[in-house]
């Protein structure tokens, strides 16, 4: 039997070791997430997890970060209002070409993670 997917839970990104008051900082900080508990056990491994929307958003901490293609990217109320508080705040944004039915871009976080911003279009 198929697995029967029922919604996404978490996404992970990792950011350097020791690097996490700088993460914090952008994601709480500047982003506006919310801090969630991290299981007792995983705590060692570093990184903290963020609740974003529905879902999760789990800071994670490796040796090597590459530089990658992957990304989450998550629909924001208006993107355009977003954009200008994102550039007030020195986040890096780069303009995408829209996708049917959204204008979208992304901004980097201070470890060069993408994370991709879609606004519904009327």
Same mark, same amino acid.
Request: proline share 2%; hydrophobic share 40%.
């Given at each position: 039997m198929k697995p029967d997917f029922k919604?996404?839970?978490?996404?992970? $990104?990792?950011i350097p070791k020791g690097?996490?008051?700088?993460a914090k900082n952008?994601? $709480?900080?500047?982003? !506006?997430?919310k801090e969630i508990p991290k299981p007792e056990y995983l705590k060692a491994n570093g990184g903290f997890w963020l609740e974003i929307a529905d879902i999760q958003l789990h800071i !994670? &901490?490796?040796q090597v970060i590459h530089q990658s293609k992957r990304h989450p990217a998550f629909? &924001? !109320? *208006?993107l355009e209002k977003? =954009? &200008?508080?994102? =550039?007030? *705040?020195? &986040?890096k944004i780069k303009e995408d070409r829209p996708l049917p039915g959204y204008n979208r871009c992304s901004i980097f976080d201070p470890f060069g993670n993408?994370?991709?911003?879609?606004? =519904?279009?009327?």
């Open positions: 919604r996404l839970d978490h996404i992970q $990104i990792c690097k996490e008051d700088v952008f994601y $709480i900080g500047t982003l !506006g997430l !994670g &901490v490796e629909e &924001v !109320g *208006n977003a =954009k &200008v508080y994102l =550039k007030k *705040n020195d &986040v993408r994370i991709e911003l879609l606004g =519904k279009l009327p």
